[in-house]
């Protein structure tokens, strides 16, 4: 594997494999989030190119932390940068949410970073960011390798798969209403979505932690491993997982992040949609053929057939994916014809 390469301040990533990035986060001694690391993270996400990189691993560079929270300090910048005098209702922050993002979408950011709205544009990336790992059509895998708390949760939460160190300790939790906060990274809506209503309430109130078997039964990781198997685990994850369409992968994350909020006819269409482009993929065309020739050769029956049969598809060999793929196997096709 790889040596570690340190890429900016705060992030140092490697490659178990040429499509295959993982991306550690080392700010010592807490491993706090802050402006500067999303700023980092955006530099290396935003640009990720699917022909080069199909599955992304986030994990933490300091021993027993994957991400504590986020820095406590940049909060207390943004409360003293507001005058007591200025009116600032929810509603009222609401709005220059918006607007930043406007202002942030013409290239604009450094220049609300130098007025007292600075916090603002902090909250959007931190959104933006977020939002990358959910619509990218890369796997995002988060490896949590220690405390995960408050932002750091959010942080994990935000990713598609999520594999935990197995650990008898409180690791993982919305703790912000503790100190007088609430989620602000968007702890409510993913606690609320996965866990329902009573349960997302108790734990966001309570600002209760949750150790790694707890977390695994509520359904917040997908694994659970022994932490010196963590990488190792998170990377068979992603190689698994990497061999899927990009397209598919894209579509799915799109169809349950965006369409599990719409109403049901509306989240059936933006399914319907994805499935017909899906099936106008040509490596997907490939792949229908390859599986109607392969059912019609060995025409499985039993359950142990079926066992057998299946494997190749669900460990990713079946067919490759890779963007063009198709269209090179036609190629070859052609040539040994001529």
Wanted: glycine share 8%.
């Amino acid at each position: 594997m790889a040596d570690w390469e340190q890429v900016s301040l705060r992030l140092r990533t490697r490659r178990p494999q040429a499509d295959i990035l993982i991306i550690s986060l080392v700010n010592g001694p807490y491993n706090f989030l802050d402006r500067q690391c999303f700023d980092e993270l955006n530099a290396i996400i935003a640009p990720l190119d699917i022909k080069t990189t199909r599955a992304v691993i986030l994990t933490g560079g300091v021993k027993d932390i994957f991400v504590l929270h986020y820095n406590v300090d940049e909060i207390i910048d943004f409360g003293l940068s507001v005058p007591s005098w200025l009116p600032t209702p929810p509603f009222m922050l609401r709005a220059a949410l918006r607007l930043e993002s406007m202002i942030a979408s013409l290239g604009l950011r450094f220049l609300v970073r130098k007025t007292l709205f600075a916090g603002v544009a902090d909250l959007n990336l931190y959104k933006e960011v977020c939002n990358l790992f959910r619509s990218k059509p890369q796997v995002f895998i988060a490896a949590i390798n220690g405390a995960c708390f408050a932002g750091g949760c959010e942080f994990a939460l935000a990713c598609d798969y999520r594999v935990l160190i197995d650990t008898q300790t409180p690791v993982m939790g919305q703790i912000e209403s503790l100190i007088g906060l609430i989620p602000g990274g968007g702890g409510t809506q993913f606690f609320s979505r996965t866990l329902g209503t009573a349960k997302a309430l108790e734990l966001c109130l309570e600002g209760k932690t949750l150790n790694s078997s707890e977390a695994l039964e509520l359904g917040l990781v997908n694994r659970v491993t022994p932490a010196e198997d963590l990488l190792p685990t998170a990377i068979e994850v992603a190689q698994r997982l990497a061999r899927r369409s990009p397209y598919v992968i894209q579509a799915i994350k799109d169809s349950i992040h965006i369409g599990s909020s719409l109403t049901l006819s509306d989240g059936l269409l933006r399914e319907q949609g994805w499935f017909g482009g899906a099936a106008l993929m040509a490596e997907t065309h490939e792949a229908m053929k390859k599986y109607a020739r392969l059912i019609e050769e060995e025409r499985p029956h039993t359950l142990d057939d079926f066992q057998d049969y299946l494997q190749p598809f669900a460990n990713g060999t079946f067919f490759d994916f890779t963007p063009g793929s198709a269209k090179s196997a036609t190629s070859t096709k052609t040539v040994k014809t001529d």
